[in-house]
T-cell receptor
């Protein structure tokens, strides 16, 4: 099984940067995903890491260290529309995902 | 249709009743999944199917059953609903031959069991 931990809530100001950490303990690892979920909506794919290092996609970046069982999602130039829950998920060798409980990010003006 | 659809959008159900949640995708993805999402617990996998004709149990399969008769449809059945099955249910699919194999989620079904 997987044990995935991420903070419950974070608050930041519009235009700022927020880093959401995710730590995991796994019985098998085949990639780490970040999803965004707005209230009342479905999760949507943000990023994927399978090798160590940083993946950048516009204002969002994701980092992975497999040896430390650690990832973070970096949100830059925060906008009000970034207020959402961010889900860290680890994929096992059978392509099943295990999700953390999610981090609710609130962006304030 | 585009993507994944789920029906119904929401449902209130009496305990003990049988209920089938429907999920259909038009992306020809080979793998499909059912999750439940509860406050503070995140998404938990109920059942999955790697390809039509096969299914597997996830983290919380008790009280649920699935079938995968074809590529597009993956219904989830609660044989005798109980209040602890009150939750938001998401269906997802993925293309195992894709570059990321990321899962795409349907809009969800909000189920209340009284």
């Amino acid at each position: 099984g997987q044990n995935i931990d991420q903070p419950t809530e974070m608050t930041a100001t519009e235009g700022a940067i927020v880093q959401i950490n995710c730590t995991y303990q796994t019985s098998g690892f085949n990639g780490l995903f970040w999803y965004q979920q707005h209230a009342g909506e479905a999760p949507t794919f943000l990023s994927y890491n399978v090798l160590d290092g940083l993946e950048e996609k516009g204002r969002f970046s994701s980092f992975l260290s497999r040896s430390k069982g650690y990832s973070y999602l970096l949100l830059k130039e925060l906008q009000m529309k970034d207020s959402a829950s961010y889900l860290c998920a680890v994929r096992d060798g059978d392509y099943k995902l295990s999700f953390g409980a999610g981090t609710t990010v609130t962006v304030r003006a | 249709i585009a993507g994944i659809t789920q029906a119904p959008t929401s449902q209130i159900l009496a305990a003990g009743r049988r209920m089938t949640l429907r999920c259909t995708q038009d992306m020809r993805h080979n793998a499909m999944y059912w999750y439940r999402q509860d406050l503070g617990l995140g998404l938990r996998l109920i059942h999955y199917s790697n390809t039509a004709g096969t299914t597997g149990k996830g983290e919380v399969p008790d009280g649920y059953s699935v079938s995968r008769a074809n590529t597009d449809d993956f219904p989830l059945t609660l044989a005798s609903a109980v209040p602890s099955q009150t939750s938001v249910y998401f269906c997802a699919s993925s293309d195992r031959s894709g570059s990321y194999n990321e899962q795409f989620f349907g809009p969800g079904t909000r189920l209340t069991v009284l």
